[in-house]
């Protein structure tokens, strides 16, 4: 699974997160892409984004 997030949440909210999810999910494979260019999930350039605004 690709999650795509901004700096901030990459950065500061992100990390205890995915730590608390991979205690769990030891399973689930997680790249992460840490940009504030906005990826398309119909491109598949990520399975999930994380965003603090509206898409266009």
């Not at 999650?3 to 990390?15: I, Q, R």
């Not at 494979?29 to 840490?34: C, P, Q, S, T």
Request: proline share 5%; net charge positive.
């Amino acid at each position: 699974m690709r999650l795509s997030v901004n700096k901030v949440v990459g950065t500061y909210l992100l990390p205890n997160a995915l730590a608390a999810f991979r205690l769990d999910h030891t399973s689930v494979d997680i790249e992460v892409v840490i940009s504030n260019h906005v990826s398309s999930l119909s491109r598949r350039e990520a399975d999930i984004a994380l965003r603090m605004l509206r898409p266009p």
